[in-house]
Antibody, heavy 120, light 107 residues
Framework: EVQLVESGGGLVQPGGLLRLSCAASGFLVNSDYMNWVRQAPGKGLEWVSIIYADGSTYYADSVKGRFTVSRDNSNNTLSLQMNSLRAEDTAVYYC??????????????WGQGTLVTVSS | SYVLTQSPSVSVAPGETARIACGGNNIESKSVHWYQQRPGQAPVLVVQDDSDRPSGIPDRFSGSNSGNTATLTISRVEVGDEADYYCQVWDSSDSYVFGSGTKVTVL
């Protein structure tokens, strides 16, 4: 059974940093496209970043240059390093596995999310 | 960047049909995925690639995509279908895009 469990959320001051983790089981994080998606309180879903099986990464413009996605193949985990945090980064952060049976890659598995609050 | 437009809300009586639209420029050229998010829960994929249902999703959920509008249709609506629904596509700029979401209320 595929399972994703996020951790690392919490309260951080503006300008601070935080590292989120996503522990995966039932599949290998280096074999699929892994994503971070966030949802601000009362708002919709916003895609944040992706790491492909070949290790290449892409980011939403809103986090580019501040966030870094990576993975630890030995521990089968996904991480998101968040620097220079702003109030508008406050959100529940989900990791999501994209499965690509063809040309498109829907998000077939999601974690339960971890809340990041940026406030002084 | 690519923009997906959804109506904020749809209301429907139990047993009736709900149709949720997702507008985008020439969206028919893209594969559209739909997610259901119940309050306090993570999203769940309900339709992929315009009209395919993942395993375990009831056949009451169906999708279509034509022109500038993709549509998620929920037939024989149940109280348990009350949730937010989001459409999603892959943009050519190496990024995913979500619609703004539609809240389905079952009267």
């Amino acid at each position: 059974e595929v399972q994703l469990v996020e951790s690392g959320g919490g309260l951080v001051q503006p300008g601070g940093l935080l590292r989120l983790s996503c522990a995966a089981s039932g599949f290998l994080v280096n074999s699929d496209y892994m994503n971070w998606v966030r949802q601000a309180p009362g708002k919709g879903l916003e895609w944040v970043s992706i790491i492909y099986a070949d290790g290449s990464t892409y980011y939403a413009d809103s986090v580019k240059g501040r966030f870094t996605v990576s993975r630890d193949n030995s521990n089968n985990t996904l991480s998101l390093q968040m620097n220079s945090l702003r109030a508008e980064d406050t959100a529940v952060y989900y990791c999501a596995r994209a499965y690509c049976p063809g040309d498109s890659c829907p998000f077939v598995s999601w974690g339960q999310g971890t809340l990041v609050t940026v406030s002084s | 960047s690519y923009v997906l437009t959804q109506s904020p809300s749809v209301s429907v009586a139990p047993g009736e049909t709900a149709r949720i639209a997702c507008g985008g420029n020439n969206i028919e050229s893209k594969s559209v995925h739909w997610y259901q998010q119940r309050p306090g829960q993570a999203p769940v994929l309900v339709v992929q690639d315009d009209s395919d249902r993942p395993s375990g999703i009831p056949d009451r959920f169906s999708g279509s995509n034509s022109g500038n509008t993709a549509t998620l249709t929920i037939s024989r609506v149940e109280v348990g279908d009350e949730a937010d629904y989001y459409c999603q596509v892959w943009d050519s700029s190496d990024s995913y895009v979500f619609g703004s979401g539609t809240k389905v209320t079952v009267l």
